[in-house]
């Protein structure tokens, strides 16, 4: 199972605010995901991050939200302008060496007041 | 897009008992069908997955099973103990070269009594 970390583990924003969220894969990975999980609710998919650019996004990725790998290792999420609805965990995933599996970082909890 | 019903929404199970929990796609493009488990405050984990080219797949106390034609794939889970107490997703996708968008079910909490 491939290692990815978070940071940080929690981000306690007020609204209007900007966040940057972090995920780091240890391995070396292709695609890259972003999915968002509102406390209670199922896992929802965000973007997915090819080759330095957005391969598929989702309606609730709307123009507050943007996606880079700055560095090359890092890959990051930013809201520019938090809502109070956009209080969720936030979740890094990349895949498995088999091209099915898809793993997942331990989340950042975005909390906006 | 894909859609992924889940049911039931809560669950609770005498330890030892056998939990089931079903789910249904409506996309017959998915071919790939993981479950994760989530506990409280923790990342979803794969647990099992089942490809299309099977019906059935089993790990200890874990199975899965698949009908395409109904697109129906369900979770069972035998002899169940306290630590199997948490939230499961289903999910399913169409991997293509490395790619995929994972769809999840609504999730199922699942309480095992001592």
């Known amino acids: 199972e491939p290692e990815v970390t978070q940071t940080p583990s929690h981000q306690v924003t007020q609204m209007g605010q900007e966040v940057i969220l972090r995920c780091v894969p240890i391995?070396?990975?292709?695609?890259f995901y972003w999915y968002r999980q509102i406390l209670g609710q199922k896992v929802e998919f965000l973007v997915s991050?090819?080759?330095?650019?957005?391969?598929?996004k989702s309606e609730i990725f709307d123009d507050q939200f943007s996606v880079e790998r700055p560095d090359g290792s890092n890959f990051t999420l930013k809201i520019r302008s938090t809502k109070l609805e956009d209080s969720a965990m936030y979740f890094c995933?990349?895949?498995?060496?088999?091209?099915?599996?898809?793993?997942f970082g331990p989340g950042t909890r975005l909390t906006v007041t | 897009g894909e859609n992924v019903e889940q049911h039931p929404s809560t669950l609770s199970v005498q330890e030892g008992d056998s939990a089931v929990i079903k789910c249904t796609y409506s996309?017959?493009?998915?071919?790939?069908f993981p479950w994760y488990k989530q506990e409280l405050g923790k990342r979803p984990q794969l647990i099992i997955d089942?490809?299309?080219?099977?019906g059935e797949k089993k790990d200890q106390r874990i199975a899965v099973t698949l009908n395409k034609t109904a697109k129906h794939f369900s979770l069972h889970i035998t002899e169940t103990q306290p630590e199997d107490s948490a939230v499961y997703f289903c999910?399913?996708?169409?991997?293509?070269?490395?790619?995929?968008?994972?769809?999840f079910g609504t999730g199922t909490k699942l309480q095992v009594i001592p």
């Open positions: 089942i490809r299309s080219n099977v």
């Open positions: 996309d017959s493009a998915s071919n790939y």
């Open positions: 995933a990349v895949g498995g060496a088999s091209g099915y599996e898809q793993y």
């Open positions: 391995s070396n990975h292709l695609y």
């Open positions: 991050f090819y080759n330095n650019e957005i391969s598929e």
């Open positions: 999910a399913a996708s169409n991997p293509q070269g490395g790619y995929q968008k994972v769809t």
